[in-house]
C-alpha cells in the first residue's frame, strides 16, 4: 500500500508540473538519483552457463529488465525468465523471490540485474533488503474429482497421461514445479530401443563382434533368472555367425542381457542386486513400441543411432528437437488435445486411503491453497527420483563410499523423492534405495549435464589433470564415475579432435543448444590447435597429453588396450583443432523406489497389489538394479508411464 501511494503521488506531482511526464521519468521531483540513467548489460552464473540481462534505469528507477541470451533449458526456465524481471521492475527490489523448481535460472538473472545496478551506480545492498515480492494468500480449498489423478509431470506422468486419456479417462495431472518437465527435459533425450529397421544401416564391428561372442562364453546356471534369455540370446548369436552378416546385431534378448550385466551390482555391505526378469522384459519388448507410439502422436526420431555414454551397444535414438524437449513438447501438446487437466505449482502431500485402497491425492498450491482431488479408478505416482534431495541421498546411499550433501546433481531441483515417501506411508515396498547413479561427465560447478562438447561414447578421452588416461571410456557410469572420483578434486578432462567433436564450425551449437564459441569463453570447453596447446592452457605437464593421445590412438590401430580393456573405439584423434571439456560426477539417477508390477501396479512388502495405486518412471525401482544403461531411462519412462495409465484407466 505504501508502494501504491508514493507512486500515486509521483503521478500526481507529474501531472501538475509543467514539464510532464518527460521530465518526471528521468528526475521526479524530490527523489535522489539512484541511478545513472541509461541502458547496462549485467551477467549471472545459471544452470547450464551464462545468463545475460539488459537493464534500464532512469534516475530514480529500474524501468525494465530483459533476458537476452542464455542457455537454460528451454521450458524449464521459461517461468524464471517471464517472471523474475517483471518482479524487479514491479517491485523495484532485487529482493524477489526465486521461482521454484527455477532457483538457479532466478537467481541468475537476479544476479544479471545486480551487476547491472552496480554499473549504474546504484546500491546492491538497498535493493537486496528492501521488501520483496508481494506474498501471496491462499485461496478457497479446491475438490476435484477424475478417473485417473496423475502425480508429476515429467516424462512418465505425461506418457501415462496421454495413455489414460487414450483409453477413455478423465485425467487430472498435478505438478509441483511452475512448468512441465521434471528430469525428462534435462535429460540427454538418449533412448534406447531395438529397432531393426534403423539399425540395418550400422555395420558390426569387430570390438561388437568380441563383446557379441563374449556371451556365448556365459555359463546359463550362473545367471539365475536370466538363464532362458541368455539361452535364447546364444541360439541368436549362432545364428547370426553363421549367416555371415555384417550388419549390426541387436535382439530383446541382448538388450535384456546387457540391462542384467550392466545393473547387477554388490554393494558396500555386501547386498547383491540385479534387474527384476519380468520388468527388463518389458521395458526391452516394450520400447520399440513405445517410440512407434511416440512418433504417432507427433514426435520425429532421427535415423542417426549411436552408443550414448554408459549405454554397451548402438541401440540409442534421439528426437530432431533438443535434449528431452522433444518429449515433453509432444506429450503435453497431446495431453491438452485429449482434454487431461494439468494443474502447475500444485505439490502433492498425501495419498488418500479407503479400506486399503489409494482413492486420491492431497496437494497444495503455491499460494497455499488446499486442493483435494478424488480419483476413482486410480492414482499414478510418477514423481520422478530423490537426486536432489540430499538429506535422503545420504540416507539410502550403500553404494558410494561416500555421498557429501554438497555434491552437485543434473537433476530437477524437484526431484526430492515425494513419491517414495508418500507411497511408503500407505505400504508400498521400496526396493534398491541403496544405489544411486552419478553421472561422470557432468559439469564440476554446477553438476549439469549441459556446457560441454564431446561426441559418442566410443570416441570420447577422458584423462586426468596430469594429461593421463583412467578408465575404459566405453564402460558403465558407475565404472567411470568410480575412476573419476579417484583424480585429483574428481577432476578430468574429455579429449576430442575436430571431427570426435561433431566438426563443430563457427556458430555451431552443442546437443544441448549450448553455444559453442561462449563455452570456450568462458571456459566451459578449452580449444587449440595442438595437443601442446591445450597441455599448456590445462596447465598439463608438457608433453603429457601428446604422449596419451599418441598412445591412445596406437590402441586404436592395434585394437587393443591393454591399459583399460577399451574395445569399442572411434577414429584416431588426428586434425586440430582439439577440444577438452573439464567434468566431475554428480547425482543423476536413483534407481531404487517404489516396487511394481509389469502392470504398473505398486506392490506392497508381501508382493500384492495396493488396489488403486500405480507408479511409472524414477520413482520406482527394480529395473536397473545397481547401474541403470545409459539410455534405458527416457525408455523405461515412456514404456512403463504409457503402461500405468493404459492400467488406471481398465481398473474397475
Ligand atoms: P520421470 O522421468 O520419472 O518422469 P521427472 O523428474 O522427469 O521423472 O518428473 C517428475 C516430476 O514430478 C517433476 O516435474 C517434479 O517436479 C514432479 N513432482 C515431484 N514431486 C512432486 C509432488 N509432490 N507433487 C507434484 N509433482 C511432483
Known amino acids: 500500500m505504501k508502494r501504491f501511494l508514493r507512486t500515486a503521488a509521483i503521478a500526481l506531482t507529474c501531472a501538475l508540473a509543467a514539464l510532464a511526464l518527460v521530465a518526471c521519468a528521468s528526475q521526479p521531483s524530490g527523489e535522489a538519483a539512484m541511478f545513472k540513467a541509461g541502458t547496462y548489460t549485467g551477467v549471472g552464473a545459471g544452470k547450464n552457463g551464462t545468463v545475460t540481462v539488459k537493464t534500464t534505469f532512469t534516475a530514480t528507477a529500474i524501468k525494465s529488465v530483459e533476458v537476452v541470451k542464455h542457455g537454460e533449458t528451454p521450458g524449464i526456465s521459461d517461468p524464471a525468465i517471464a517472471r523474475v524481471p517483471a518482479s524487479i521492475v514491479k517491485n523495484q527490489t532485487l529482493a524477489v523471490d526465486v521461482v521454484s523448481g527455477v532457483s538457479l535460472t532466478s537467481k541468475a538473472i537476479i544476479d544479471a540485474v545486480a551487476d547491472c545496478v552496480k554499473q549504474a551506480g546504484g546500491s546492491v545492498d538497498k535493493l537486496q533488503t528492501k521488501a520483496g515480492a508481494e506474498k501471496m494468500t491462499a485461496g478457497a480449498a479446491i475438490e476435484k474429482s477424475a478417473d485417473v489423478v496423475i502425480v508429476g509431470g515429467g516424462g512418465a506422468g505425461l506418457a501415462a497421461a496421454v495413455s489414460a486419456a487414450q483409453s477413455g479417462a478423465k485425467v487430472v495431472l498435478i505438478e509441483k514445479a511452475p512448468a512441465l518437465g521434471g528430469n525428462t527435459i534435462r535429460a540427454g533425450g538418449a533412448y534406447n530401443a531395438v529397432d531393426q529397421a534403423r539399425q540395418q544401416k550400422v555395420k558390426m564391428t569387430k570390438p561388437l563382434l568380441g563383446d557379441l561372442k563374449a556371451f556365448l562364453a556365459i555359463d546359463e546356471a550362473t545367471v539365475g533368472e536370466f538363464g532362458p534369455t541368455l539361452k535364447t540370446l546364444k541360439g541368436q548369436i549362432n545364428a547370426y555367425l553363421a549367416s555371415g552378416s555384417d550388419t549390426l546385431f541387436d535382439s530383446v534378448e541382448l538388450h535384456m542381457m546387457q540391462a542384467y550385466f550392466g545393473g547387477k551390482r554388490v554393494d558396500l555391505k555386501g547386498n547383491e542386486i540385479h534387474s527384476n526378469l519380468e520388468l527388463v522384459r518389458t521395458l526391452a519388448t516394450n520400447s520399440p513400441k513405445a517410440m512407434d507410439w511416440l512418433e ?37 501438446d497431446n495431453a491438452t488435445k485429449l482434454g487431461v487437466e494439468i494443474m502447475l505449482e500444485t505439490k502433492a502431500d498425501e495419498l488418500i486411503t479407503q479400506k486399503g485402497r489409494v482413492v486420491g491425492v492431497k496437494a497444495t498450491k503455491a499460494d497455499g491453497t488446499k486442493v483435494t482431488l478424488k480419483a476413482s479408478k486410480g492414482v499414478i505416482m510418477a514423481t520422478g527420483g530423490f537426486g536432489a534431495n540430499p538429506a535422503m541421498r545420504a540416507k539410502y546411499n550403500t553404494y558410494w563410499p561416500s555421498m557429501p550433501l554438497t555434491m552437485p546433481t543434473t537433476n530437477a531441483p524437484t526431484a526430492t523423492g515425494d513419491g517414495i515417501v508418500m507411497g511408503e506411508k500407505v505400504g508400498a515396498n521400496l526396493v534398491g534405495m541403496g544405489f544411486i547413479q552419478l553421472m561422470p561427465s557432468s559439469h564440476p560447478v554446477s553438476g549439469s549435464l549441459a556446457g560441454g562438447l564431446w561426441g559418442s561414447a566410443e570416441s570420447q578421452v577422458f584423462v586426468n589433470s596430469q594429461g593421463k588416461r583412467f578408465v575404459n571410456e566405453y564402460a558403465e557410469r558407475d565404472v567411470l564415475a568410480a575412476g573419476a572420483l579417484k583424480q585429483e578434486k574428481g577432476l578430468f578432462y574429455i579429449i576430442c579432435d575436430q571431427v570426435t567433436a561433431g566438426n563443430p564450425q563457427p556458430g555451431a551449437k552443442n546437443g544441448w543448444g549450448d553455444d559453442i564459441d561462449t563455452l570456450i569463453k568462458n571456459h566451459d570447453v578449452y580449444k587449440a590447435d595442438t595437443l601442446a596447446g591445450l597441455e599448456q592452457q590445462l596447465k598439463m605437464p608438457a608433453g603429457s597429453l601428446q604422449a596419451e593421445i599418441a598412445k591412445y590412438n596406437g590402441y586404436i590401430e592395434a585394437g587393443v588396450d591393454p591399459e583399460f580393456g577399451k574395445r569399442n573405439f572411434g577414429p584416431k584423434l588426428t586434425q586440430g583443432p582439439f577440444y577438452a571439456t573439464p567434468r566431475s560426477p554428480s547425482v543423476h539417477h536413483t534407481m531404487g523406489g517404489i516396487a511394481i508390477d509389469t502392470q504398473a501396479r505398486v506392490l506392497d512388502a508381501k508382493g500384492q497389489a495396493i488396489p488403486g495405486f500405480y507408479a511409472a518412471g524414477e520413482v520406482t525401482g527394480g529395473i536397473h538394479a545397481g547401474n541403470r544403461l545409459g539410455g534405458n531411462a527416457i525408455a523405461d519412462i515412456m514404456v512403463f508411464g504409457r503402461i500405468a495409465g493404459a492400467s488406471a484407466a481398465a481398473a474397475k
Open 296 to 332: 504417432s502422436l507427433g514426435l520425429h526420431f532421427t535415423d542417426n543411432i549411436y552408443t550414448v555414454l554408459g549405454a554397451l551397444w548402438p541401440r540409442t535414438h534421439s528426437t530432431n528437437k533438443p535434449v528431452g524437449t522433444g518429449f515433453i513438447g509432444t506429450l503435453s
